[in-house]
């Protein structure tokens, strides 16, 4: 494990005024993304759509980091193996390395993330292909009588090896215990439960010996439920996520980059400048992949009555300006000075 190298890149991950994309949906998830838009996902339509997002030009100022899918970080891009591409951008290229998340047996409603096995090996092959972080990502979903002791702590157990077996090859991890906003519930459970399953994630880190300042958390914010009749106010949910953190995120982390877990792209906005209102002793950044996204993906995808147009050039210019336009806001929004 090489420090220097770790500390350096989760630096540059979260460098002033930048954040991190997320377009690592995997087959399943892309596809159910491309369903709204009437597209097939393929090896080519994935990479047709991925490109116009990493050859918008300008986005470097505000993406420091894009997170690759498994396919995509061995396609290519203008000639350039896609790691290649972004680098010559002066973007880090990241991989997802989880397997995703899978019934935890004897707890129905629960989950847990697999991919341990064999990792290492796939992180030798990642880091050829120039991945310079990863991410993995668990999920907690709050409902009654959950989440349980046992589904947190074998996802943060999870997280922990997975993150140790990253510093080991000078991979920096991004570490995703994903709250889940789905249900009815309030702010106040969400905070229990993100409070809760960020100090076992912790324990666990410090148990198999992370170097804090070698990694990037990737939160939830303190939210309402989806189906909560009444929704928090960005005031409030920052108040809650910056309160909630302070107890339980070391400071040596460097930095916090928030996903935006179904959030639209304005609220995610207003939330992550709310929150740097009130900043704290880390970075306060993004990981988002919808809330970046969505915008560009709808634009990308104009269709006539007839003759479906994706991908043509000025359907790409204009998805590009969307996709510009709304990094600018995060990112302005990132990097509000306390009040
Ligand atoms: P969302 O911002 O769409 O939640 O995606 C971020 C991510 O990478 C989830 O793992």
Redesign the pocket.
Known sequence: MNQTILIDTAKKLVAPGKGIL?A?ESSKTIQKRFDKIGLTSTPETNLAYRSMLFTTSGIEQYISGV?LYEETIRQSIEGKSVPQYLESKGILPGIKVDKGAWRLPNFEREKVTEGLDELRDRLTEYKNLGAKFA?W?AVIAIGEGIPTEAAILANAHALARYAALCQEQDIVPIV?P?VLMDGGHDPARCQEVTEQTLKIVFEQLKLYKVLLEGMLL?PNMVISGKEAATQALAEEIAQATVETFKKVVPFEVPGIVF????QTPDQ?TENLAAINKIGGPWQLSY?????LQEEALNTWACFTDSARRVGKEENIKTAQQAFLDRAQKVSAARSINPS
């Not at 996903?259 to 179904?262: E, I, K, P, T």
């Not at 990981?287 to 809330?291: K, V």
């Open positions: 997320a690592d997170i991410k990502r995703e994903e990737k996903l935006s877990g179904g995610a990981s988002y992949g919808r809330a």
